[in-house]
């Protein structure tokens, strides 16, 4: 009696526990079919705008694809004539990683400078910040155009500025040697963006650090060095790979101020995305430029996996 | 050690540090003034170009071709923007853009809302996977896939339309879901749940809980997503292929193949068409920094 009891009891429990545990996992498909009905735009976009192009764009690779009418399998010739025939393959290879070389460590430095500069409680302080910023949120053609004026020779801020210190300024934009340090002027003038990054982090140090070293008779290049920077070299390296990134997709702004994706004068503007945009859209020689946007793809991965490597020999977490 | 010779150098240790600390005062005032010196002229050098613009936009022909350059206009030519927008033509183009812009921030902000909520606050097999995934797509360029796309766009008959300018952006951008997962994850869980236990379900909380109270991180995105639409170039230069639906963009860069040395009409253009965003960042500039300080907190 008392056994069959037990075991009735313990069925009843077994079967609540079965039942409990149906019902949990009935409701946990059922959640699951939400999380999958809300994430679906992503899937879905990502498929269609990102993994079949790709794809497509692979095979394309290897392929004299023009839009139209032939898609040849031709091997490896595009990566062949990539690098033995085209010369302005080099041409933009070299003037892109001139850009990259120079933009990104001046920006690094000149971001971080201007966060050191504005991390204190003095008067006024907002406004600054607000004056800082307020360049990195112009973007576009019209900051182009601008600068086409601030950089003429002749009319141009720039070298009016130059001149009132006896400085007789480059033809800038139309002197193959000025053409690509005039673009990088043009960037550091809105560095207010990675500045911010670096000041949201710089204002949640705690003051007592600050404090304790002045104690200890630190002066500001100590303080900046054993404070400051170890604490932001995490948003030094996000920055850094964010940057390289984008700075190696430079296109817009060489595009409208060689009008119209000339490549400036002696080709010193034609960087690696103008050259591709000139023979996808241009040339319509697409098999080549899908080429060229696969060794893009994986110049930027191996950028991205290089940071990634490094990042624990300098970055205290 | 002697004891005796210890307390002169006590004594003489006092002084120096009084002299010290007085110094350290006059050093502290003496940089805050530095501090102060630096700000003003990083200001200017960063504003110059911005005064110039304006100053250039409303000077005359003459002026302009003089030498050297003067600072500011001898009289006002006000009239340079109405010539502007007469040759631009400004407002048909402020018009398409208004109008591309309005759609992609309604996109922007409902899909990255709506995809975010499901990284947050649902449990899901593959969530951590997939959103692995959302992440490395900010890793590649747009370049990579701009090619294939626009092969894409050609064989559905897309390009000369809005379409591939608009529709994109209601599919979710992983930056935007980024951020606005950030933001739900501040959300506590119990909210959802409460609803849940009053049978309400995910659509329901995301359209009536949700959205209310995530408003601060919507207008970011708005702001944000605005900002890319109204300054976007590449986009319309590619798929925009009639000039009477052209966008400001656009528009400002042919007048500019136009009218190369015109610099007054050329500032006046860019003037123009930078004042959205300008008024924007002034009235707005706490979303601005807080999508920044969004990102910023939580990387590295």
Redesign the interface.
């Given at each position: 009696m008392k056994n069959a009891d037990t075991s009735q009891f313990s069925k009843a429990i077994q079967e609540i526990k079965t039942l409990k545990k149906k019902n949990w996992s009935k409701r946990?498909k059922k959640?699951?079919?939400?999380?999958?009905?809300?994430?679906a735009?992503?899937?879905?976009?990502?498929l269609?705008?990102?993994l079949?192009?790709?794809l497509?764009?692979f095979y394309?690779s290897f392929t004299n694809y023009n839009?139209t009418s032939q898609m040849d399998f031709i091997g490896l010739a595009n990566f062949k004539r990539m690098f033995t025939q085209d010369e302005l393959f080099t041409t933009s290879l070299y003037n892109t990683a001139y850009y990259v070389l120079f933009n990104v460590p001046l920006t690094a430095v000149g971001s971080v400078f201007?966060a050191v500069?504005?991390n204190?409680q003095?008067f006024g302080i907002r406004a600054?910040r607000?004056?800082?910023?307020?360049?990195a949120?112009?973007?576009?053609?019209?900051?182009y155009?601008?600068?086409?004026?601030?950089l003429?020779p002749?009319?141009?801020?720039v070298n009016?500025v130059l001149?009132w210190v006896g400085i007789d300024g480059p033809a800038w934009l139309f002197d193959p040697e000025w053409t690509k340090p005039a673009l990088i002027l043009m960037r550091l003038?809105s560095v207010g963006?990675s500045m911010?990054?670096y000041l949201?982090?710089l204002q949640?140090v705690p003051k007592q650090l600050y404090e304790s070293a002045e104690v200890d008779g630190a002066g500001?290049t100590r303080k900046f060095f054993h404070i400051t920077l170890p604490l932001i070299t995490?948003?030094i390296?996000?920055d850094i790979v964010t940057s390289t990134?984008g700075a190696?997709?430079i296109?817009?702004e060489a595009?409208?101020m060689t009008?119209?994706g000339t490549g400036g004068p002696s080709n010193s503007l034609l960087f690696y995305?103008l050259h591709?945009w000139n023979k996808?859209?241009v040339a319509f020689d697409?098999g080549y430029?899908?080429a060229m946007?696969?060794i893009?793809?994986i110049i930027?991965?191996t950028l991205?996996f290089i940071n990634l490597k490094l990042a624990p020999k300098w970055?205290n977490? | 050690m002697d004891l005796s010779k210890q307390a002169p150098i006590e004594q003489a240790g006092k002084k120096v540090n009084e002299k010290h600390f007085k110094s350290r005062k006059r050093q502290q005032f003496i940089?805050?003034i530095i501090?102060?010196i630096?700000?003003i002229a990083?200001?200017l050098v960063?504003?110059?170009?911005?005064g110039?613009?304006v100053s250039?936009s409303l000077k005359s022909m003459e002026e302009?071709?003089s030498?050297?350059?003067t600072l500011l206009p001898e009289t006002f030519h006000w009239e340079n923007y109405a010539y502007t927008v007469k040759a631009f033509p400004f407002f048909n183009y402020m018009k398409n853009t208004i109008f591309i812009t309005a759609f992609v921030v309604a996109g922007n902000v409902l899909?990255n809302s709506?995809?975010a909520?499901?990284?947050a606050k649902?449990?899901?097999?593959g969530?951590n996977v997939?959103f692995a995934?959302?992440l490395a797509?900010m890793?590649?360029?747009?370049?990579?896939?701009?090619?294939?796309?626009?092969?894409?766009f050609?064989k559905i008959g897309w390009v000369g339309t809005y379409l591939p300018l608009i529709v994109?952006s209601?599919?979710?951008s992983a930056f935007y879901?980024f951020l606005m997962r950030q933001f739900y994850m501040s959300i506590n869980n119990e909210l959802i749940e409460s609803a849940q236990m009053d049978g309400a379900?995910?659509l329901y909380i995301?359209s009536r809980l949700m959205l209310p109270l995530t408003k601060p991180a919507l207008i970011t995105i708005g702001i944000m997503s605005f900002?890319g639409a109204?300054?976007?170039?590449?986009g319309p230069?590619?798929y925009i292929t009639r000039e009477e639906n052209y966008t400001l963009?656009?528009g400002?860069?042919s007048f500019?193949?136009q009218s190369?040395t015109q610099?007054n009409y050329?500032?006046a253009?860019?003037?123009l068409?930078?004042i959205p965003?300008?008024v924007l960042?002034?009235f707005a500039?706490k979303y601005?920094?807080e999508g920044?300080?969004l990102?910023?907190?939580t990387?590295?």
């Open positions: 946990k959640e699951a079919w939400w999380g999958l009905l809300f994430v735009p992503f899937i879905i976009g990502f269609g705008f990102m079949l192009p790709m497509f764009s394309g839009i201007l500069l504005l204190r003095i600054f607000t004056i800082f910023y307020l360049p949120v112009l973007s576009g053609v019209a900051v155009v601008l600068w086409m004026q601030l003429s002749s009319s141009g801020l009016t001149s003038w963006g911010l990054l949201a982090t949640n500001f995490p948003i390296f996000y990134i190696f997709q296109f817009q595009y409208v009008e119209g995305n591709m996808a859209f697409m430029a899908m946007s696969m893009l793809f930027v991965l991205t970055v977490y | 940089g805050k501090v102060y630096i700000l990083v200001s960063l504003l110059a170009p911005l110039w613009m250039t302009i071709v030498f050297p350059p899909s709506f995809i909520y499901g990284f649902i449990n899901f097999p969530k997939l995934l959302v797509t890793m590649v360029p747009g370049f990579v896939t701009m090619i294939p796309q626009y092969i894409l050609t994109p209601f599919f979710g879901i379900n995910h995301w900002n109204w300054n976007d170039f590449l230069l590619l963009q656009i400002l860069q500019q193949n190369t610099w050329l500032m253009g860019a003037t068409v930078m965003t300008i960042f002034f500039q601005f920094v920044m300080d990102t910023g907190g990387k590295g």
